[in-house]
């Protein structure tokens, strides 16, 4: 099956620094989608991001967060001013390799803000 | 995307088929019902997705009623490795418009010995 990776595994932060969390999708898709899940509730839709640009985001992805492709494979989620409640698990997710039928997720990073 | 409704929790024994139900009565005639799991606190696993036909993969198999309404997702002989949350989405194919899913709240299935 195709993966998605995503580092760290597990990010603990003290409230008001900066996080990075980084994902790697599958081959070299234009689209990717970042999802946050904090504990015990939904997956939620933060971001999506298409050939550089982002194309769709949600009411949580406000100005501390930003999205970037720093190089031609990997995708970043910055979190500029880290507060309690951005504790939840991050996912990354792109189409499948073989086209636009499904939809991917990486295993998810941990944050934990104290 | 149309709205969809699944049961809270189901439990299933172990080498039995499990059969998860969803009801989407607004679906779309683009909109392609897609299947994912959440085991514990993992990233959602795309598991079957299908617009009018029944499909199958070695997985699972999803069925679809005539008026696409419904569905249900079989898992032919649960393991209690498939004990994990369920959810059912309607949304058009990525192809179409790659935006967002959107997950509820799924079926909690628990997988007993």
């Known amino acids: 099956e195709p993966e998605v990776t995503q580092t760290p595994s597990h990010q603990v932060t003290q409230m008001g620094q900066e996080v990075i969390l980084r994902c790697v999708p599958i081959?070299?898709?234009?689209?990717f989608y970042w999802y946050r899940q904090i504990l015990g509730q939904k997956v939620e839709f933060l971001v999506s991001?298409?050939?550089?640009?982002?194309?769709?985001k949600s009411e949580i992805f406000d100005d501390q967060f930003s999205v970037e492709r720093p190089d031609g494979s990997n995708f970043t989620l910055k979190i500029r001013s880290t507060k309690l409640e951005d504790s939840a698990m991050y996912f990354c997710?792109?189409?499948?390799?073989?086209?636009?039928?499904?939809?991917?997720f990486g295993p998810g990073t941990r944050l934990t803000v104290l | 995307d149309a709205k969809t409704t699944q049961p809270p929790s189901m439990d299933c024994a172990e080498g039995r088929a499990a059969n998860l139900p969803c009801n989407h009565s607004?679906?779309?005639?683009?909109?392609?019902v897609y299947w994912y799991r959440q085991i514990h606190s993992q990233g959602p696993q795309y598991i079957i997705h299908?617009?009018?036909n029944n499909e199958t993969n070695e997985m699972a198999s999803l069925i679809i009623t005539e008026d696409r309404k419904s569905s249900t997702l079989i898992l032919p002989h649960a393991t209690l490795r498939d004990t994990a949350v369920y959810y059912c989405?309607?949304?058009?194919?990525?192809?179409?418009?790659?935006?967002?899913?959107?997950f509820g709240d799924g079926t909690t299935l628990t997988v007993k010995p």
């Open positions: 991001f298409y050939n550089n640009e982002i194309s769709e």
């Open positions: 607004t679906i779309s005639g683009n909109e392609y």
């Open positions: 299908g617009l009018k």
């Open positions: 081959s070299n898709h234009l689209y």
């Open positions: 997710a792109t189409p499948g390799s073989g086209g636009m039928d499904e939809q991917f």
């Open positions: 989405i309607v949304r058009v194919a990525f192809w179409t418009n790659a935006g967002k899913s959107t």
